[in-house]
């Protein structure tokens, strides 16, 4: 998501995601000669350890911030999107 949202002292982060976002289209019109499919997940915001070490106050409200939703992603979840 800090491709398409970059917050206040985060150039660099959210550049490297930019980088990801720009090469996936090209990436795969290259491999679509040998059926290859390429894409990317921007998967917002997700129950981590380093969520999990915040307070659960914290926790809640970044997970009022999800549109819909309105909690943090389970890693569960997005295995299944990953697979898919």
């Given at each position: 998501v800090a491709a398409f949202e970059g917050q206040i002292g985060q150039a660099a982060y959210s550049a490297s995601k930019g980088g990801?976002?720009?090469?996936?289209?090209?990436?795969?019109?290259d491999l679509s000669r040998e059926f290859i499919r390429v894409c990317t997940i921007a998967p917002g915001l997700f129950k981590t350890p380093l969520l999990g070490s915040l307070p659960q106050e914290a926790?809640?409200?970044l997970?009022?911030?999800?549109?819909?939703?309105a909690?943090?992603?389970d890693p569960d979840e997005?295995?299944?999107l990953a697979v898919h």
């Amino acid at each position: 998501v800090a491709a398409f949202e970059g917050q206040i002292g985060q150039a660099a982060y959210s550049a490297s995601k930019g980088g990801v976002v720009g090469m996936t289209l090209p990436i795969a019109r290259d491999l679509s000669r040998e059926f290859i499919r390429v894409c990317t997940i921007a998967p917002g915001l997700f129950k981590t350890p380093l969520l999990g070490s915040l307070p659960q106050e914290a926790q809640d409200s970044l997970g009022k911030q999800v549109p819909h939703p309105a909690r943090l992603g389970d890693p569960d979840e997005y295995g299944m999107l990953a697979v898919h």
